[in-house]
């Protein structure tokens, strides 16, 4: 990727919505090399797909949660089990196994505390080999994700 792809990247991360002539006007391309620039950013993978940003108030999902899960242990099989379960639940925004304290980061929204309720019972206490989970609830976004930082 040379420097034009980065700038094409971060503004179809502003606004992928916008036409390819004018997204070719920012970066100083023609709306045709523009086209070619983008088709080989899919083609090559480095853009995986196009999506709306939902406003989470707006479409009335009011509580978020970030929950650490510790599994009762790390056998390949105990972590492929809560792999493929976590999978089964679209509650389940984000799944990211990290390092520390806890074996995995998960990432959950909800209507309200009941419904918060709802997913807990439905779905992350099903989730199997877990032997801890501490929930904590997002008081305040102070700065919501909008894309990569991307440098050349």
Not at 35 to 49: N, P, Q
Not at 100 to 110: K, P, Q, T
Not at 122 to 141: D, N, Y
Request: glycine share 6%; aromatic share 6%; with cysteine.
């Amino acid at each position: 990727m040379d420097r034009i792809d980065v700038r094409i990247l971060s503004e179809l991360q502003k606004d992928s919505n916008r036409s390819v002539a004018e997204l070719g006007e920012t970066v100083g391309l023609s709306s045709s090399a523009c086209h070619r620039r983008i088709r080989a950013l899919e083609d090559s993978g480095v853009i995986a797909g196009y999506g709306a940003h939902i406003e989470a108030a707006a479409a009335g999902i009011g509580v978020h949660a970030r929950i650490d899960i510790t599994l009762d242990n790390q056998s390949r099989a105990c972590m492929e089990r809560f792999e493929e379960a976590v999978q089964r639940y679209d509650e389940i925004l984000e799944c990211d196994l990290v390092s520390g304290e806890a074996d995995y980061r998960l990432r959950v929204s909800a209507r309200d505390l009941a419904d918060f309720d709802d997913i807990h019972r439905r779905c992350l206490a099903e989730l199997p080999g877990v032997s801890a989970m501490h929930t904590s609830f997002v008081l305040r976004p102070i700065k919501p994700w909008r894309g990569y930082s991307l440098r050349q």
